[in-house]
């Protein structure tokens, strides 16, 4: 009980609450549907509480050591539950169509951000394999939520090809163990450093069933070879859902990523060169194709493969410096991608909006909700006043200060970042175009217009302060 | 002399621009025009004092100051800090730029017809970026001012532009992000190289200094050649000029003024204070490459302005050539050189916004630009005739005005230069001092085509000149007049920082 109360806390509320929303659902689901947003953002509110009482210095384990806590976990999980903050706050439009599915709606979303939390924090391939699959069943559980007819045939492309990349989880899983005979992720790595003493063989076998056991992150991240099913998924789903799948499955995976590229893979050469490789194609295509879409819902679904893909670029270099850029990456863009959803999501909420040539002249209408996005937009560009700046410099000194071999990939992205730019700067021009609409924007929704506001605000302030926060993301990837 | 901090300097624009967004702020135009007019004429007065209190003798930066956000210095862990420090070449471009935006505000008040707020605001934005530019102590807070300031360019010129303006103001921001990544390299491996060869992570701009480290050629190089990607499509250079009359001949007359004056400076300004300050070396290697481009400029620009059909590509195209002599001058390594070409930054600034100016105001009468529908205008504006000759006679280099010194010490620079291929260089100078004929013929094409020729029936109506017009122009020749007989008044203020820099490069 005491390693629970050390280790496993938040998770532990979370599940608490899932349970209450589900018994709730039996009893009053029409009436007091408004009921299950304030039980979902307590419980949210009492995890992040409990993260501050975890035991993280020494690193506390549970279930047989399978189950790690310590600050690097602790930053995961308070990101992961302040995004499910903000997006239980965009959910309210969702709950209002559905009040009869409400609490079903927010136990799943829960138990989402609950596998997302467990992936971060295992240490263990059975652990992760299960986090992971479950996490990827509440996100097409959310999805299927949308009663567009289309929407049910583009999400089951997401479930087909999420099971495939399960498989070659499972398959690189299985050869893992049939050459270590372990799961947990200290004992293969130690099974390493002597198998590294021996001969260099079984290291190539090895490294190639984590490549296919890194292809489910890929996939969730929507990096080059898995990307095709993003744009279609996002159109399909309604809105929140987009937001959601947006942030949590990629601050889960990244975390899970950096914690497999720095125990197993820090030692091989050709693996940063590849995952380079990726990112930076990642980056050029979706950057490209970012600026030839219409619907928002498909720009955002680009934009975040394309930073997934900067992200990327920053943790192949394995360093301390090159991860401490990676979580402040993260955490700016929690930010910006939360704060362009709101948008977007007011945008739809008011009018039913979704194209961009629909957005033409909101600036006269809607002053200050178009500076908010415009702030936002810059900053997911990684323009100057906002984090987005700090953070994309940060990264990208991270990979200058990595060696000459990397100079070739870092020019590209950055040029690849002026596409990234021009992609963003569309929905700004087509906001500013000086044509008279009678589009009139609803700004009365309180929840999402103070997360578009906040978030805004959010990122100049980074911006200002970044140096606290560099600071202590430099410490949560030196404990990692 | 504690009330003058550059932080306020820098700031006091952004004050302006939130004061004007505010909601209760009355949307009126008569107020947001009265507001911003009083607010720059402070500033510029600001301006102006630590103009009076700067010691010309002085070497190195002064007006140090550290922008801290609670006692934390911005980025601290990266070496990156918020230090804003002038020297007297940053200083000539501070107090010009806010000369420039009082001009365009007085300006502005005939051409602007929509989005009242949003104008003044961007206006006081680039204000803003462009004094950051100039003040900047760090590598990193220069490059983010350098990228603010390409955002409310964009949206002056699309917004108040004529219907073509959003395409071209698309380009040119495209064209500069992409320029400005070239940029951002060259400094992300400066930077990491900086930290690898001397262990201590700084992005300021005078430790990074490359003469007493150890780098190889090809590096410096490297970096040397992005900075130049950089910064060249500012002056702008050649093969790289496109972007500029584009946006000339499609802004809002006012914008116009704002960035013939100030945005093209801010190219010369990093040229010098990262190509020939931190890379002296190198820099000495490219000086005959930077000549034989300026005489391409003088040359190939000034043809182009010829043959234009609109008057303002036409003085953009000459804007350009003129920026050739500013390259030649820093390319001569001499003190009379590069005075001269620091001297021709500002000088052109001057003039060419004085030019828009007049533009502006034929622009406002005749509802056009192109060369074909206008002519013989100085018959019904007889006032404009006169002040604009003197700004174009000052244009061409008619001595005892603004741009005859530094024509003459920019070639007369190139001519003693000791650079390594003498030859090369005397045929330079030679052909830049032949190229004097061409600005002649370009200019006073534009002349004689504006106020000389027949004049068109439809033009016969048209007024003269309000004394608003009257005495900014005026005011305009009266600076140019007085720099071109007292030029040793605006040099004396970076003399000292020009020996500095060349001491570095030790010729």
Not at chain 1, 334 to 341: D, E, P, R, Y
Not at chain 2, 26 to 41: D, E, G, L, T
Not at chain 2, 389 to 396: E, N, P, Q, R, T
Request: aromatic fraction near 16%.
């Amino acid at each position: 009980m005491s390693e629970i109360v050390a280790a496993y806390m938040p998770e532990f509320i979370i599940t608490v609450f899932i349970i209450f929303n589900l018994v709730a659902s039996l009893f009053f689901n029409t009436y007091l549907y408004k009921l299950s947003k304030w039980f979902t953002l307590l419980g949210i509110v009492l995890a992040i509480a409990s993260t501050f009482y975890l035991q993280i210095e020494p690193e506390a384990f549970a279930f047989h050591n399978t189950f790690l806590t310590n600050i690097y976990t602790v930053f995961f999980k308070i990101l992961i539950l302040m995004a499910g903050f903000f997006l239980t706050l965009l959910s309210r439009n969702m709950i209002r169509e559905k009040r009869d599915r409400a609490f079903e709606y927010f136990s799943v979303f829960l138990s989402g951000i609950l596998f997302a939390m467990c992936a971060v924090s295992a240490v263990d391939f059975i652990g992760l394999f299960v986090s992971l699959e479950a996490l990827g069943l509440s996100c097409y559980l959310l999805l299927s939520l949308n009663k567009n007819p289309n929407a049910k045939q583009l999400t089951f492309g997401y479930l087909v090809q999420s099971a495939v990349v399960s498989s070659l989880f499972l398959f690189g899983l299985s050869v893992i163990y049939g050459m270590c005979a372990e799961f947990g992720f200290d004992k293969i790595s130690l099974y390493l450093v002597n198998a590294a003493a021996v001969s260099s063989q079984p290291q190539i076998l090895l490294t190639f069933s984590l490549i296919l056991i890194m292809c489910t992150m890929f996939f969730k991240l929507g990096l080059v070879p898995f990307s095709s099913w993003l744009p279609d998924t996002f159109e399909g789903a309604s809105y929140p859902i987009g937001a959601y799948m947006s942030s949590i499955p990629v601050l889960a995976c990244f975390a899970v990523l950096s914690r497999i590229l720095m125990t197993f893979l820090h030692y091989t050469y050709t693996i940063k060169i590849v995952l380079a490789l990726i990112a930076v194609i990642t980056i050029f295509l979706g950057s490209l194709s970012l600026i030839r879409q219409e619907n928002l819902k498909r720009i955002m679904a680009y934009s975040m493969s394309v930073q997934s893909g900067i992200i990327l670029l920053g943790l192949c270099v394995f360093s301390v410096y090159s991860l401490s850029s990676v979580l402040f990456y993260l955490f700016c863009y929690l930010f910006a991608n939360t704060g362009a959803w709101a948008a977007i999501i007011l945008l739809y909420n008011s009018a039913k909006l979704e194209n961009l040539d629909e957005l033409k002249g909101v600036i006269y209408h809607r002053p200050y909700y178009v500076i908010a996005f415009t702030v936002i937009l810059i900053a997911l560009a990684g323009l100057a006043p906002t984090c987005g700046f700090v953070a994309k410099m940060y990264i990208f000194s991270a990979v200058a200060r990595s060696g000459f071999i990397f100079l070739p990939f870092l020019i590209t992205a950055l040029l690849a970042s002026v596409i990234l730019i021009y992609g963003y700067w569309r929905i700004i021009r087509a906001m500013f175009r000086r044509i008279e609409t009678d589009i009139v924007i609803d700004t009365s929704v309180i929840s999402s217009k103070f997360i578009l506001y906040a978030c805004a605000a959010a990122t100049v302030i980074i911006c200002l302060f970044a140096d606290k926060l560099i600071r202590f993301c430099q410490l949560v990837a030196y404990y990692m | 002399m504690n009330f003058l901090s550059l932080i306020w300097l820098i700031l006091a624009p952004v004050i302006a621009a939130l004061i004007i967004m505010f909601p209760y702020f009355p949307n009126h135009q008569v107020k947001v025009r009265r507001f911003a007019k009083w607010f720059a004429s402070f500033h510029f007065i600001y301006a102006l004092l630590f103009l009076a209190f700067f010691d010309p003798g002085m070497f190195g930066m002064s007006y140090e100051k550290e922008l801290t956000f609670f006692g934390i210095s911005w980025l601290k862990s990266l070496g990156i800090s918020a230090k804003f420090a002038i020297d007297g070449i940053a200083l000539l471009m501070v107090v010009l730029t806010t000369f420039i935006v009082l001009i365009t505000l007085f300006m502005s008040k005939m051409h602007i017809r929509s989005k009242h707020k949003l104008y003044y605001s961007m206006i006081f934005l680039l204000e803003s970026a462009l004094l950051g530019i100039f003040c900047a102590k760090d590598m990193f807070l220069f490059f983010v001012f350098w990228e603010l300031s390409l955002i409310p360019v964009y949206f002056l010129v699309s917004q108040w532009g004529n219907t073509e303006a959003r395409r071209a103001a698309i380009k040119f921001t495209i064209a500069s992000f992409t320029a400005n990544m070239f940029l951002f390299f060259g400094m992300l491996i400066l930077y990491y190289y900086n930290f690898a060869v001397s262990n201590v992570l700084t992005a300021n701009i005078e430790s990074l200094n490359m003469d007493e480290k150890i780098y190889p050629l090809w590096f410096q190089i490297t970096v040397f050649v992005n900075f130049l990607i950089g910064f060249i499509i500012r002056i702008p250079a050649v093969p790289c000029h496109n972007w500029y009359p584009d946006i000339q001949s499609k802004a809002a007359a006012p914008v116009n003024i704002m960035l013939a004056g100030i945005l093209l400076n801010t190219g010369v300004y990093g040229l010098i204070r990262f190509n020939m300050q931190v890379f002296p070396e190198i820099f000495k290697l490219f000086a005959p490459v930077l000549m034989a481009w300026g005489i391409v400029n003088i040359i190939y620009a000034g043809c182009l302005s010829i043959v234009q059909n609109g008057i303002k590509k036409m003085v953009s195209y000459a804007q350009i050539a003129s920026a050739g002599f500013i390259m030649i001058g820093l390319a001569s390594l001499n003190s009379t050189g590069f005075n001269g070409a620091v001297f021709m930054a500002a000088a052109c600034a001057i003039v060419y916004s004085a030019l828009f100016v007049v533009i502006s105001s034929v622009q406002f009468r005749t509802k056009t630009t192109y060369i074909t529908s206008l002519g013989g205008i100085g018959q019904v504006m007889p006032k404009c005739m006169y002040l604009a000759l003197i700004i174009c006679f000052s244009a061409i280099g008619i001595p005892f005005l603004i741009m005859f010194t530094p024509k003459l010490m920019v070639l007369s620079g190139a001519m003693l230069s000791n650079l390594d291929q003498q030859l090369t260089v005397k045929i330079a100078a030679f052909i830049g001092l032949c190229s004097i004929i061409i600005s002649a013929g370009y200019i006073m094409y534009f002349f004689y085509k504006v106020f000389c020729s027949v004049l068109l029936d439809q033009w016969k109506k048209i007024k003269d000149l309000s004394p608003q017009e009257v005495s900014i122009l005026s005011a305009l020749c009266l600076i140019i007049i007085y720099f071109g007989v007292y030029p040793m008044s605006i040099i004396q203020i970076y003399q000292s920082v020009s020996s500095i820099i060349l001491d570095v490069l030790q010729v």
